[in-house]
C-alpha cells in the first residue's frame, strides 16, 4: 500500500514538472509577449514589385502585409510598419526605429514573380532580403530586444539564429492568422 502511494506521488510529481516545463516553453515562445504597451513593436517587411498571388486579382491595390499588421495590433497596438527595399540593405531609419523599438518582427519573403522585369532589375530578390535580415540580426544580437523573424515560402535557417524566435509559413495564406499564431502558440 505505501509502495502505491509513493508511485502515485512521484508520478504525479513528475507530471507537475512536466506541466510547468510545458508552461514555461510557451511563455517563452513569444519574445514579444513582455513588449510594454507604450512601447512600439517594429514590423519590418520587404518591398514587393509584385503582390502575391493571392492579392493579384484584388480590385484594390494594398500593400500584402497590411492585414497582418491590422492583426498584429489587436495584441499589441502600438505598431510601426517600416518597409525596406532589399536590395539597399539597412539603412539609418532602421536602426533608429530599431533604438526605440520594445520588439522587432523582420519579415522574407520569395518574391512572386513579375514579369517583364529581370532580376538585375528587382529590388526585392530574397538574396537581398536574407542580406536585411543578417544585418538586423546583427544589429540587435547586443541589444535586449526581442524579435521575430517571419519568413514566407522561404527558408529562413540561415538567418534563423540572429533571432529569438522565427515563425515560417508555407504560403502566403498563412500570413492572415499569423498574428494569432504568434500571440496564442
Request: proline share 7%; glycine share 4%.
Amino acid at each position: 500500500m505505501g509502495e502505491q502511494k509513493f508511485q502515485a506521488a512521484a508520478s504525479n510529481a513528475s507530471r507537475v514538472n512536466i506541466n510547468n516545463l510545458l508552461n514555461d516553453l510557451t511563455l517563452s515562445s513569444n519574445p514579444l509577449e513582455d513588449v510594454e504597451e507604450d512601447e512600439y513593436i517594429l514590423l519590418l517587411t520587404p518591398y514587393l514589385h509584385a503582390p502575391p498571388p493571392h492579392m493579384a486579382s484584388s480590385s484594390e491595390p494594398m500593400d500584402p502585409f497590411e492585414p497582418f499588421g491590422r492583426e498584429l495590433s489587436k495584441y499589441h497596438a502600438n505598431l510601426r510598419h517600416v518597409p525596406y527595399i532589399a536590395r539597399n540593405g539597412m539603412q539609418e531609419i532602421h536602426e533608429q526605429q530599431m533604438d526605440h523599438a520594445g520588439g522587432v518582427i523582420v519579415v522574407i519573403c520569395e518574391p512572386p514573380p513579375m514579369q517583364g522585369v529581370s532580376s538585375s532589375q528587382r529590388l526585392d530578390l530574397s538574396k537581398h532580403q536574407e542580406r536585411f535580415a543578417g544585418a538586423v540580426g546583427r544589429y540587435l544580437k547586443d541589444s535586449d530586444t526581442p524579435s521575430i523573424l517571419l519568413t514566407i515560402e522561404h527558408d529562413g535557417t540561415k538567418e534563423a539564429k540572429r533571432f529569438d524566435e522565427v515563425l515560417q509559413l508555407d504560403d502566403w495564406d498563412e500570413l492572415e492568422d499569423c498574428a494569432d499564431r504568434i500571440y496564442d502558440r
